[in-house]
Structure formats: C-alpha cells, structure tokens
C-alpha cells in the first residue's frame, strides 16, 4: 500500500514540476539582444551616478559633504565654493566645485543617494564603465551631470569685471 502512495506521490510531484516546465516554454521570449539593442533595466537599477539640476538649470548639489561622510568605500572627493552674486551655480549657499567619484571603489551600495537631502546625486543606469585603465574610472562632476533641462536658462557666470581706479 505504501509503495502504491510513493509511486502516486512521485507522478504527482512530476505532473507538477513539468507543469512549470511547460508554462514558462509557452510565456513570452525575454531575450536581450545587448549590445546591438539597448540593454533595458527596472528603474531601481543602479547605475553609474547622476549630478540632478532642477527645474531651472541649478545644480542641486549644494556641497554638505552628506553623501561623502555616508559613502562606506570612502570613494566621493568634493570641493566646495560659495555662490556669489556674479557666479550662481546651485540653489544653496556652496555648490561643488569639484566632485569625483572613484569607481575603482564604488560597490554601487546607494548610500550616498540616500544620505543627499537635496536629492542631488541619483543612480543613472549607465554600465558601461569597465576599463583597462583604472585612472578612466575616476569620474568628473563634468561626466555626471545631468543637462540642462528643455526651457531652462543655464547658470550665467559673467565674466570678472577690472577693478575702478
Ligand atoms: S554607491 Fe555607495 S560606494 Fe558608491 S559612491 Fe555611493 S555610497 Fe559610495
Ligand atoms: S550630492 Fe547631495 S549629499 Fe552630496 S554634497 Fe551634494 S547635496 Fe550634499
């Protein structure tokens, strides 16, 4: 009787296993054709970093040095300068001179993007970062910053004006 419900059990848990087998043989194809099509990704994905500008052209990043300190591989290096009246560039009082990331180091962990209160600094989803030359994978605030948006009139810098004598 025994051998009887062994070999009921083991047809049963086949029928259910080839079940499987066979829904996912009739579900749709979820091939990937990269690199002659653009690789697609779930917007959660963490790619290479984005500098945000908001709505009129600003940085957002208003150099407090939050995402640094939160960064656990140590791998953010930031300069920050004060905005005058002359040369606006962010939002807030300071904006980043100069901001790297070294990608040598980055494990793409997301606490930097956490720790940012203007929500400056955002994942992108660009992967395509390896290198044979790992002094290519220091990244620039010029490489990572997001463009202009459509309508908005860019951060105007004028130029130093000569001193009155
Ligand atoms: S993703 Fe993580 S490791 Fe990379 S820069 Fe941000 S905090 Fe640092
Ligand atoms: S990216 Fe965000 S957290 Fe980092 S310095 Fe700029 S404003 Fe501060």
């Known amino acids: 009787m025994s051998t009887k419900i062994d070999v009921f059990g083991a047809a049963a ?35 290479v970093h984005v500098l945000q500008r908001d709505v009129n052209g600003m940085e957002k990043c208003v150099a407090c040095f939050l ?13 920050a300068a004060e905005n005058t009246e002359r ?13 790297n990331i070294d990608y040598n180091r980055c494990i793409f962990c997301g606490y930097c993007v956490e720790a940012c209160p203007t929500d400056a600094i955002t994942h992108g989803h660009g992967f395509e970062a390896a290198s044979y030359n790992t002094s290519t994978l220091i990244k620039r605030k010029e490489d990572m910053l997001a463009p202009v948006p459509a309508g908005a009139t860019p951060p105007v810098v004028e130029p130093e004006r000569p001193a009155a004598h």
């Open 87 to 99: 040369e606006r560039i962010s939002g807030g009082e300071r904006y980043a001179k100069v901001y």
């Open 13 to 47: 848990a086949i029928a259910k296993g080839m079940s499987v087998t066979l829904k996912e043989m009739l579900s749709p194809t979820v091939t990937e054709y990269y690199p002659d099509e653009p690789a697609k990704f779930e917007e959660r994905f963490r790619g």
């Open 67 to 79: 995402c640094a300190a939160a960064c656990p591989s140590n791998c953010i290096y930031i300069e």
